[in-house]
Nanobody, 122 residues
Framework: QVQLVESGGGLVQAGCSLRLSCAAS????????MGWFRQAPGKEREFVAG????????AYADPVRGRFTISRDTTKKTVYLQMNSLKPEDTAAYYC???????????????WGQGTQVTVSS
């Protein structure tokens, strides 16, 4: 089992920045990939960014590429999502996920955090 706890969400104005954190515990060795997803009201949960624990592979969804940066700290078993130039359309609940394959597909991630809300006002 892998436990994931997100933090760092909040209410900000458009153009501002936030950094989300995802602390992993438990059998983290069973998960090679970490991902951030988001879900806005009435919409499906969508991929935002992903990274391997080695740091060798990273991926971003088109709407956030160039504004968001995913990183990890293996000593702290924590994955970060630095979000810059936030837009109102970034408003959503953001979820951290862990899986054992490199993928952007929601169904390929086995473990999920409880989510943290990000609200961007215009």
């Amino acid at each position: 089992q892998v436990q994931l706890v997100e933090s760092g969400g909040g209410l900000v104005q458009a153009g501002c920045s936030l950094r989300l954190s995802c602390a992993a515990s438990g059998r983290t060795s069973s998960s090679s990939s970490m991902g951030w997803f988001r879900q806005a009201p009435g919409k499906e949960r969508e991929f935002v960014a992903g990274i391997t624990w080695t740091g060798l592979m990273k991926a971003y969804a088109d709407p956030v590429r160039g504004r968001f940066t995913i990183s990890r700290d293996t000593t702290k078993k924590t994955v970060y999502l630095q979000m810059n130039s936030l837009k109102p359309e970034d408003t959503a609940a953001y979820y951290c996920a862990a899986g054992d394959v490199w993928s952007r597909r929601r169904d390929d991630f086995v473990y999920w955090g409880q989510g943290t809300q990000v609200t961007v006002s215009s």
